[in-house]
């Protein structure tokens, strides 16, 4: 016996529509009713809380700062122990004061080359949870002010449209 497909389907409701679109970009969407990324999904009015920050400095940057200024360091105290500064020429003490500058100059390259992501943190049922991450300030902050329209729409009540069968007229 043969059943046709399409009697077998509930009827769709007239008035079921689908979920306000916010932003969508492939692994990540985010509607009036729910935030995606990646595998992890979740309803927009269990986020309680949003807040940005940013995350870790690249660990080859951090390491590169601190060898270096280990090695300034070591530099320092052997001329120092070994009477050696007291020797050095006014040249010397320049040099020695551009490469103390060296960790400096590191750190600011590293931020450059390798900035630290943009993270967004969210309180879901009491425990803070990382909900994004991009090292793309442009699609964070579009992901940001779509999430942030989307708990605004959830606590003023939803997304629908006001009434059109009611004309507004001024009071006389």
Excluded: K
């Excluded at 529509?17 to 970009?25: D, K, N, Q, V, W």
């Excluded at 700062?65 to 070994?82: P, Q, R, W």
């Excluded at 993270?119 to 994004?132: C, H």
């Amino acid at each position: 016996m043969q059943t046709d497909r399409s009697s077998a389907r509930p009827p769709r409701s007239p008035h079921a529509t689908a979920p306000t679109l916010l932003y969508a970009r492939p692994g990540i969407v985010v509607t009036a009713e729910r935030f995606t990324v990646g595998r992890n999904s979740w309803a927009v009015t269990e986020i309680t809380q949003l807040w940005t920050t940013r995350g870790p400095h690249d660990r080859l940057a951090v390491r590169a700062v601190a060898v270096s200024a280990a090695l300034i360091a070591a530099v320092g105290l052997l001329l120092g122990f070994t009477g050696g500064l007291e020797r050095l020429t006014a040249g010397a003490y320049l040099t020695l004061g551009a490469v103390g500058l060296l960790p400096l100059l590191l750190v600011l390259l590293g931020d450059r080359w390798r900035p630290p992501a943009h993270e967004l943190w969210g309180r879901i049922r009491g425990a803070e949870v990382l909900l994004f991450s991009s090292d793309d300030e442009r699609q964070f902050g579009q992901v940001t002010r779509a999430l942030r329209r989307a708990r605004e729409g959830a606590r003023l009540g939803g997304w629908t449209d006001p009434p059109a069968a009611a004309p507004w007229r001024p009071a006389r």
